[in-house]
């Protein structure tokens, strides 16, 4: 019998669900692969959604002891076929999904790139709601991801005198 979870269940879910069974026990081969064939599935698929969520997952391989920097390496380059992916279907949510991911990553370039593609987006199509919800994540953001970590401009401490 097909239940409802069944019918609407990705088809990158299973792989991860290996994938985190994989991390449980520290098997990183096991892991790993789980999660290129949930990649693959999701690059499979049209759009960005999978990419994000297979992206993500990817970061949790980052628990295996020596695995950290490939975990990161991985989520971020499933991050950014994810943002051109979005970026080409003209989808805000896709954009403003990646700029969260990049700056959970600690990418700022990356956060300020996302931003300048969706206020293009929000400029093509004039949608004067979308552009208030953009001005508002980007200043969130901007806060977040940004402004917090930016050194001075100078490159140097301010002295107090």
Known sequence: MITESTLTQAPWSPHL???DAAV???NAS????AWRHAYSAALDQPGWRGLVEVAGAALHIGAIPGFQK????RARESYWTALFRARRQGSLNGVLDAAEAFGTLGDRVMVEQCIRIAERLVTLTGDSDAADRVRALALDLTQRYVAAERPDVSGFATLRR
């Open 30 to 33: 096991a892991a790993v692969l």
């Open 24 to 26: 449980t026990t520290n």
């Open 70 to 73: 490939a975990a990161e390496s």
């Open 17 to 19: 669900e290996a994938m």
